[in-house]
């Protein structure tokens, strides 16, 4: 397995320094072969474009028959998930909106050519007509294109092609295309007088520069998965004592390296979420804490296992572990920083994890300290670890009523009978299950606790930037709605 990923990662490796090579030394020959492939998977997007605003017609024709309240439905189940961004509308025969689904970036005109364009300074929509059975107008649009500064403008077929194909496009309404340019390209009606131009669209590859970017960035990605799989391999192939030589590699490189980044996961390593410089630059990112929590857990749990004597020095080390806990932790949480849109669930659940393996690591290796060499005997440890159990549950239900924009100082005191607890000697299994109930539930308060004071603070910061003059891009915003009124 390891030779695998090895020999994958030297391929991968030599496959972006070729297309790397292939950039800076024949760019004429790669980004002619760019605006072909590009041309040729244009007029694909274009024709399924076309086919969708068929087929949104069609669903408009028989969703005219039925009740309005299910008209909306289907409608609305007859709009595809993902790629471009498309409505359709039905019309009442005095041309007034009866049932509609999607997003409507001009007001819909019932009554036109069975295919036409409409545009303004922010977008161009080709829309499809037709009438229904009962004589009701049917209207179905898809957004080709939008200006950069509206919202959502990445759901337009242009921006879909791009971050697809990695070919920009430039689109023209009609007769507003450069004359003689062989690159661009008219989408065209056919007509007794001849075709009719609808759009016309012009293909704009990367720059040499963008393009290797890209091609750095690919190679950087694949690199990265290989490396992980070979990291992980490694673990379950290395004997023990190179396990932690291999845990130790694979936190240095996500130290020194934009791992996250490269993996797809810039937001998890990423400041702007999570920076607390409580432990340097371990503590950094979300990502690199909760890599760091981990191998100090792993350190942990394999000290406790390994049963050291119980020594003074050992048991000062515990004490003083448990009782700087609470507020170490507290202080770890207060580098949460939620973001201004809202908290996703995978951002969510990496802070809890990352929260979990701080404190299990913590917990694991004052346990070491206390454990000693020879197994617990008696049934005492089941009361202890119990009671444990329940002090923090007890603690953590305390905290959300103590809690205001953060806890009184008093607060942490509650968190150290059960820490005491439950890391004192006993079996294997009692001790690792209620060090977890202790750590998630440490890990979800103090989550908890960080995102809602973020939440507050954003809404403190949004209130204070209010005033009395007016906003020009929302009032920009709001013309066309405006302009529907009239």
């Not at 041309?39 to 969708?52: F, G, I, K, M, P």
């Not at 309240?69 to 709009?79: M, Q």
């Not at 409507?104 to 036109?112: C, D, E, S, T």
């Not at 998965?225 to 130790?248: D, E, H, M, N, Q």
Request: hydrophobic share 50%.
């Amino acid at each position: 397995m390891l030779q695998v990923a090895a020999t994958g990662l030297l391929v991968v490796m030599g496959l972006a320094q070729w297309r790397l090579s292939s950039v800076e030394s024949r760019w004429e020959s790669v980004h002619e072969e760019s605006l072909v492939r590009a041309s040729s998977r244009l007029r694909v997007y274009l024709q399924d474009a076309y086919d969708e605003v068929d087929r949104l017609t069609h669903a408009g024709s028989t969703a005219a028959s039925l009740e309005q309240t299910e008209a909306f439905a289907h409608l609305a189940g007859s709009l595809a998930a993902g790629g471009p961004e498309y409505a359709v509308s039905i019309f009442r025969p005095d041309g007034s909106p009866w049932a509609w689904a999607g997003s409507h970036r001009l007001a819909p005109a019932p009554f036109g050519d069975s295919i036409s364009v409409r545009w303004n300074r922010y977008y161009l929509l080709l829309e499809m007509r037709r009438h229904s059975e009962n004589g009701w107008p049917v209207l179905a649009t898809v957004l080709v294109a939008a200006d950069v500064v509206t919202a959502d403008a990445g759901q337009s077929l242009a921006a879909v092609f791009r971050a697809d194909s990695r070919v920009g496009l430039e689109v023209y309404p009609p007769g507003q295309a450069p004359q003689d340019d062989p690159d661009v390209y008219h989408y065209t009606e056919p007509t007794t007088a001849g075709p009719r131009i609808l759009f016309s669209v012009k293909p704009v590859p990367l720059e040499q520069g963008a393009a290797k970017e890209w091609v750095l960035r690919q190679g950087r990605s694949a690199a990265a998965w290989l490396l992980l799989i070979f990291f992980l391999a490694g673990l379950v192939v290395v004997p023990t004592s190179g396990r932690y030589a291999l845990i130790l590699a694979q936190l240095f490189v996500l130290l020194r390296a934009p791992f996250g980044d490269a993996l797809g996961l810039g937001e998890l390593f990423s400041p702007a979420t999570f920076f607390r410089p409580l432990v340097g630059p371990f503590s950094t990112s979300v990502g690199m804490m909760a890599a760091t929590a981990t191998v100090v857990t792993i350190i942990g749990i394999a000290l406790w296992r390994r049963r050291l004597p119980r020594t003074w020095f050992g048991i000062f080390i515990g004490v003083a572990a448990l009782i700087t806990a609470p507020d170490l932790y507290r202080e770890l949480g207060r580098g949460i920083t939620p973001p201004r849109d809202g908290v996703s669930l995978t951002l969510w659940l990496t802070w809890q994890f990352m929260m979990v393996v701080a404190a299990s690591g913590l917990f694991f290796i004052a346990a070491s300290m206390f454990r000693g060499p020879k197994d617990i005997e008696g049934s005492g440890w089941k009361i202890r670890l119990t009671l444990g159990v329940v002090l923090a549950l007890v603690a953590t239900v305390i905290g959300t009523f103590l809690w205001q924009m953060g806890w009184p100082p008093y607060y942490t005191l509650l968190w150290i009978p059960p820490l005491f607890l439950v890391v004192m000697p006993a079996p294997r299994r009692a001790t690792a299950i209620a060090v977890a109930v202790v750590a998630g539930s440490a890990a979800a308060m103090v989550t908890w606790g960080a995102v809602l004071e973020g939440a507050v603070n954003v809404a403190r910061r949004d209130v204070q930037q209010l005033g009395a003059d007016p906003d020009p891009l929302t009032i920009a915003s709001l013309e066309p709605a405006r302009e529907c009124r009239r």
